[in-house]
């Protein structure tokens, strides 16, 4: 594996003490580079996260299994499993897809790499070297959308005549049957739930991709459609009949609206 070249940054006191922002969080960190791992160590303690290390795929599995992991910083150059399909491992599992990941490397540098990560579920992409001050901003926006980090703002979110209702606090969908049962969907993806409040949140305004990208996935936008209209194929197929209430519109992007939509389950 080649090794890349590591920039290490100052971390100014007076804005990171050790154990100044206490939580629970706990991040598991898939790095097989020393000294990558000690810089983020440094910087994760200074920030109040407890940090779990690993050198390889198959030990980080192994503490997914064995810890409640809030977040994994993911290294794509390891040593056994690489981190592709360690990325691919998590997002096809029941039980830790929803666990957001940060795929950190120097290795695939090529936007079409940057562009897979996200296609594959990475919630973000940082290539080294990078600035410690970038990836924390970018952990904690991550956290508090995936309701892991900042206690999010209760409130439900719905459609006029209540055929969706999105939980924010509890970050559940429940679909409403013709039968008048409601249906509880709990395996939304960070990135479906967010872009399915951005829909709810603006219903029947048209949204182009390249807005949808920048205010979900919180990056400039890379001049590619796969990204975006592979997780909104995944959130279509997950809602059912209702998934017809997002609309594409060509030579533009999306819209969610209501009307007209089906109700053929």
């Known amino acids: 594996m080649l090794k890349s070249k590591i920039v290490f940054y100052q971390l100014p006191c007076r804005r990171y003490k050790m154990g100044a922002a206490k939580n629970s969080d706990v991040i598991l960190v898939v790095e097989d580079d020393k000294n990558i791992a000690k810089l983020l160590k440094v910087s994760l303690g200074m920030s109040?996260?407890?940090s779990v290390f690993v050198r390889n795929g198959a030990d980080g599995i192994k503490k997914l299994r064995a810890e409640?992991?809030?977040?994994i910083l993911l290294d794509l150059g390891l040593p056994d499993i690489n981190g592709w399909e360690v990325l691919r491992f998590v997002k096809n599992d029941n039980e830790l897809f929803k666990i957001p990941i940060i795929v950190i490397t120097g290795e695939y540098k090529r936007t079409?790499?940057?562009?897979?990560?996200?296609?594959?579920?990475?919630?973000?992409?940082?290539i080294k070297p990078f600035s410690?001050?970038?990836?924390?901003?970018?952990?904690?926006?991550?956290?508090?959308r995936s309701g892991n980090g900042d206690s999010p703002i209760s409130k439900i979110l719905s459609t006029e005549n209540n055929e969706l209702s999105l939980d924010l606090d509890l970050r559940i969908l429940s679909l409403l049957l013709p039968s008048g049962e409601k249906k509880i969907i709990d395996k939304l993806t960070?990135?479906?739930?967010?872009?399915?409040?951005c829909?709810?949140?603006h219903q029947r305004r048209v949204f182009s991709r390249q807005y949808i990208f920048e205010l979900v996935w919180d990056r400039d936008y890379y001049g590619t459609t796969r990204t975006i209209d592979k997780h909104i194929g995944r959130l279509r197929a997950k809602l059912g009949a209702y998934g017809k209430f997002i609309r594409s519109v060509p030579g533009v992007g999306y819209q969610f609206d209501t009307?007209?939509?089906?109700?053929?389950w």
């Open 48 to 50: 109040g996260y407890h």
């Open 132 to 144: 410690p001050r970038v990836l924390l901003s970018r952990m904690k926006a991550i956290l508090r």
């Open 259 to 264: 009307e007209g939509g089906s109700n053929d």
């Open 199 to 201: 829909f709810l949140k």
């Open 112 to 126: 079409v790499d940057s562009v897979k990560a996200l296609d594959e579920g990475a919630d973000d992409y940082i």
């Open 68 to 71: 409640r992991i809030s977040m």
């Open 190 to 197: 960070v990135k479906e739930f967010d872009l399915l409040v």
